[in-house]
């Protein structure tokens, strides 16, 4: 098979901290690959790596085939990014940031035209390009941003989180063109992200990297599967001994477990809705009253909560310098 | 590559054209120092205030009153008033009220008729060293026709006449600083583009997504370098003419072809040296406020000790060696030989020599030290 993205056991150090830990990754050509974890897991580093912002300390990672290290020019005309910040220039209007950077890779003026023309139309911003990036909003910035990451037609699209900050009508908007261009442009897409509907919805594979190291690595329900969290159907009931409807109920075939209080019971199960119907109709069966169900899906939060555990991370502090005061982190200050 | 630098180019142009207050900055800053400068410092001192403490009353007492009173009419340079009270008079002069007091002692006429050291006490305010000079100068030129009068026996000296040829023609002190006006403007645009861009897309984060493209250092240390040229070339030549229309010195009357190619020289290696200083400085920075902070300063250690505002002669020993390195000593020194005395290449190849050996060494320094990373 021929993988977009391969690393081998890739390391990366800042002094005597170590933000990635021997990731091993291998994407294929044409998938939609997320990465997951909490804050300072190590996602950005392993992108910025990836995108040759930043050398590894060890270990070996090929785009395409080429080397990020050894080949890094190579690699940068294969790869388009959309970092995590907005990085697109407030002076300049939305044609000429894609002009500008189509120019950057070296592409000839009719080429450019056709091309940003075509990208524009696709993100919705041909009646907008003459306008400065500074009117735009931020779910037209980074539509502009994911557009003029593809404008030199790369073979993998890298996105940092994508689609933070933006309001739930622009994230949608973002993954339907992210879903378009893949299909269209056989991109392969490499996104890290903290939403895991994002990852649900766009990913075929996701990894869940917590302090520098693959934690989880799969498709989205082979992770579901793992985890002995499943889906929740909640009933609550009256008219009935709780412990005898609860032993009735653990006997069900696709029930892995079930748990009483003193109003319901907390089913788990790994049929989803399938099996609510039987549920009810046997729990009247033996006399209950049932008042209320409600059925509790097992989400990719519960995956990453299973993998990355409920603690919150402890980032390292950043600093600020001792001469500016506030502004820049610096490596010395207070 | 030509496609990536020129990218660099037009993107710097694009944004420098759409900030029109740094543009006004740029060309309004140098005419002000011109106006502000060049009127303030020329100024002939006139009406400096001079208490008269007369306590001989005699008739050599009276004469120095009349010598006063012939300057207070001729050039005007004192205001005279007649005090009796030397206490009230010494009072006023320490609480600014006169620049100077003259107390002729109540002997004064004696010792003159006698010939016996006879003394004028001149009391200066030589907190204002500059309006102290002028009056001790003014007083001190009337004191020999004071003489004159009592020698009984006139001497009478073969006196020779001097006559000062002025080379070129007449310079005001306004138009001598269209030289010093012109490199503050190359200085400014040096600052406020090339490797400020840099700063601001550090600061802004654009820089990373100019670093996850193909291009290289040397692209980007180019293209800042383009942009900032041609703008701050614009800009010094605008400035130069605001100059000369405002302090009326016709420039375009001086310069020959090949003063105005010499001078296109002088400002497009003086540009490239300042822009190369800016590099090395900012290589590395992140934050515009350290800019802001260190274009102040620059301006002031390069501006100052360049010879613009007053001849490097009459600095120190330690303040000429700076100035023998300062690029803007040499562009102050070759453009005043272009633009006053119509000079060629001869005059100021030394100074065309250091600006591009300067330039060179600090661009490549510059490109040395620039990080092409986060």
Same mark, same amino acid.
């Given at each position: 098979m021929i993988y977009a993205i391969e690393t081998d056991n890739l390391v990366k150090e800042y002094g005597g901290l170590?933000?990635?830990?021997?990731i091993t990754l291998r994407i294929p050509q044409g998938g939609c690959f997320g990465l997951l974890g909490p804050n300072g897991a190590g996602k950005t580093t392993l992108i910025r790596v990836l995108t040759t912002l930043l050398s590894p300390t060890s270990g070996r990672a090929f785009l395409m085939g080429h080397d990020?290290?050894?080949?890094a020019a190579s690699v940068r005309t294969r790869i388009g990014v959309v970092p995590q910040?907005?990085?697109?220039?407030?002076?300049?209007?939305g044609y000429e940031t894609m002009d500008i950077y189509a120019r950057f890779f070296g592409m000839g003026r009719s080429e450019r035209s056709e091309r940003i023309d075509e990208l524009l139309g696709l993100v919705g911003l041909k009646d907008r390009?003459?306008?400065?990036?500074?009117?735009?909003s931020g779910g037209m910035r980074r539509r502009l941003e994911i557009a003029r990451g593809l404008v030199h037609k790369p073979a993998i699209l890298i996105l940092d989180e994508?689609?933070?900050?933006?309001d739930p009508q622009s994230r949608h908007v973002v993954w339907g063109l992210l879903e378009r261009f893949r299909m269209e442009d056989d991109l392969t897409i490499l996104l890290t992200t903290h939403y895991m509907d994002e990852a649900e919805v766009l990913c075929d594979q996701v990894a869940i990297i917590d302090y520098g190291k693959i934690v989880a690595l799969g498709t989205v329900p082979g992770l579901k599967s793992q985890i002995p969290q499943k889906d929740t159907v909640e009933l609550r009931l009256t008219s009935v001994d709780m412990q005898v409807a609860a032993d009735w109920v653990a006997g069900?075939?696709?029930?892995?477990g079930c748990r009483v209080d003193d109003t319901g019971l907390f089913v788990s199960t790994d049929k989803g809705a399938q099996i609510i119907p039987l549920l009810v109709g046997g729990l009247k069966d033996l006399g209950a009253l049932v008042t209320s169900v409600t059925l509790k899906q097992q989400t990719l939060e519960d995956v990453f909560i299973h993998f990355t555990g409920r603690p919150i991370r402890e980032e390292e502090a950043r600093k600020v310098s001792f001469?500016?005061?506030?502004?820049i982190p610096t490596k010395w200050g207070r | 590559m030509m496609h990536r630098f020129l990218a660099i180019l037009e993107r710097d142009l694009r944004k420098f054209i759409r900030n029109p207050i740094v543009v006004a900055m740029s060309l309004l800053m140098p005419i002000i120092y011109l106006v502000i400068l060049g009127n303030s410092f020329q100024g002939e001192l006139r009406r400096l205030p001079l208490a008269v403490v007369d306590m001989d009353n005699g008739p050599y007492s009276a004469r120095v009153m009349e010598l006063l009173a012939s300057i207070e009419a001729g050039s005007g340079t004192v205001v005279i008033s007649v005090v009796s009270d030397q206490g009230f008079a010494m009072k006023a002069l320490r609480e600014g009220i006169f620049k100077a007091v003259i107390v002729l002692p109540p002997d004064f006429s004696r010792r003159v008729i006698r010939n016996d050291n006879a003394e004028i006490g001149l009391f200066l305010d030589n907190a204002e060293t500059i309006s102290a000079m002028t009056i001790k100068a003014a007083v001190g030129g009337a004191l020999p026709e004071l003489k004159r009068d009592f020698i009984s026996v006139r001497e009478h000296h073969l006196e020779a006449g001097l006559r000062s040829v002025e080379l070129y023609r007449k310079i005001d002190y306004d138009q001598t600083l269209i030289p010093g006006i012109v490199i503050m403007a190359i200085f400014l645009g040096a600052m406020t583009t090339g490797a400020f861009n840099m700063v601001m897309d550090r600061f802004l984060g654009v820089d990373e997504s100019y670093f996850?493209? $193909?291009?290289?250092k040397t692209d980007i240390v180019m293209g800042l370098v383009a942009s900032g040229l041609l703008i701050t070339t614009v800009l010094a030549v605008l400035v130069l003419t605001l100059s000369s229309v405002i302090s009326g010195y016709p420039i375009w009357e001086s310069l020959s072809v090949e003063g105005f190619l010499l001078l296109a020289a002088v400002i497009i290696f003086s540009t490239l040296g300042l822009q190369g200083i800016m590099f090395v400085i900012m290589?590395?920075?992140?934050?515009?406020r350290i800019v802001g902070v260190l274009g102040g300063f620059l301006n002031v250690i390069l501006f100052f $000790?360049?010879?613009?505002?007053?001849?490097?002669?009459?600095?120190p020993a330690w303040l000429k060696v700076f100035a023998d390195v300062n690029p803007e000593s040499y562009s102050v020194h070759a453009m005043r030989a272009l633009l006053f005395?119509?000079?060629?290449i001869e005059a100021v190849k030394g100074d065309i020599i250091f600006l591009s050996v300067f330039a060179v060494l600090l661009l490549g320094l510059g490109t040395l030290s620039f990080k092409r990373a986060l």
């Open positions: 170590r933000a990635l830990s021997g990020v290290v050894r080949e910040a907005m990085t697109s220039d407030l002076d300049l209007t390009a003459s306008d400065l990036v500074a009117t735009y994508p689609t933070i900050g933006l069900l075939q696709g029930v892995v001469l500016l005061g506030a502004g | 996850l493209t $193909p291009l290289t290589g590395r920075i992140n934050h515009p $000790p360049s010879g613009a505002i007053y001849p490097v002669e009459s600095f005395k119509g000079a060629g």
